[in-house]
């Protein structure tokens, strides 16, 4: 359990926003679920957006080093990601991806909480990139991640609707056919 407030606030709403919803949880909620005040809210948050944004740059965060690892353990591969993310679909907590509910939520691309999740898919198109250039693919490795990723996102997606590790392998085969032909 963190100690300080600013992290109490943050857990808080990382655990609650990624149940509910963020517009569904409002400030009074997070205040009774950290434990926090509400000066100490606004000491640490000029805003509810601005405690989003902490919350993705944290989601972000321990989302990359999990995977990283869970890929690392299961070969290192461009494929490998499709199996992590089955672990993770099976999950009985599983809501889908923080940063695709945030900007489905908050669809302003002007608005920091937006453009904080926007950076984090593109952090994952980078470690997708880095994947097809460490397995020797060369030529189109931008091209061929943004596919990737964009594969991993429909995945994300479909899991939360079906309540399933399936759509990590369906997309898994459409990637085996990618990257065969590139």
Known sequence: MP????????????DLF??????????????????VGRASFYRHFASKDDL????????????????????AERGG????????LAERFSSDDYRGCAAINTMVEIADPASAAHRAAAAHKR?????????????????GTRELAEQL??????????ALRERS?????????VATALLSAA
Request: charged letters at 20%; proline letters at 2%; aromatic letters at 8%.
């Open 77 to 84: 591969t461009p494929l490998a990601l499709f199996d992590a």
């Open 52 to 71: 989003v944004v902490a919350m993705i740059d944290g989601y972000g965060r321990r989302w990359f080093d999990w995977l990283h690892t869970a890929v």
């Open 165 to 173: 590790a399936a759509p990590a392998h369906r997309a898994k085969a």
């Open 3 to 14: 100690t300080n407030a600013r992290e109490r606030l943050v857990k808080a709403a990382e």
């Open 149 to 158: 990723v964009l594969l991993i996102d429909g995945a994300q997606v479909t």
């Open 123 to 139: 952090t994952m198109a980078a470690y997708v990139a880095e994947l097809l250039t460490g397995a020797g693919y060369v030529h």
């Open 18 to 35: 990624y149940a509910e919803g963020i517009r569904a949880v409002g400030v009074e909620r997070l205040l009774a679920a950290s434990g």
